[in-house]
């Protein structure tokens, strides 16, 4: 069984800064893709950013604001947001792949950019 628990969401306002964290714990023998989602009310879960096979992808509404690290040691992935936008608001979750075909989903953190 493997564990993957995001935080770090919250509320900020517009231009403000968030880190999300993502942990995965449990029976882990090797972690090869690590990334985070979104959805919005009313709108299909996408891609954020992820790492995958060495190289990082990130939707093209958030490059140069959003940066995506990893600590192996840790089974950790971050998410740094900066110069959030009022449609950065969604459920931020985190994707933990384990093997081929095989991952996991966090239960999700919101997000919420308003004034």
């Known amino acids: 069984q493997v564990h993957v628990v995001e935080s770090g969401g919250g509320l900020v306002q517009p231009g403000g800064s968030l880190r999300l964290s993502c942990t995965a714990s449990?029976?882990?023998?090797?972690?090869?893709?690590m990334g985070w989602y979104r959805q919005a009310p009313g709108a299909q879960r996408e891609l954020v950013a992820a790492?995958?096979?060495?190289?990082?992808k990130y939707a093209d509404s958030v490059k140069g604001r959003f940066s995506i690290s990893r600590n192996n040691t840790r089974n950790t992935v971050y998410l740094q947001m900066n110069s959030l936008k009022p449609e950065d608001t969604a459920v931020y979750y985190c994707?933990?792949?384990?093997?081929?075909?095989?991952?996991?989903w966090g239960q999700g953190t919101q997000v919420t950019v308003s004034s």
């Open positions: 449990g029976s882990i023998f090797n972690i090869y893709d």
């Open positions: 994707k933990v792949e384990v093997g081929i075909e095989l991952y996991y």
């Open positions: 790492l995958s096979g060495g190289s990082t």
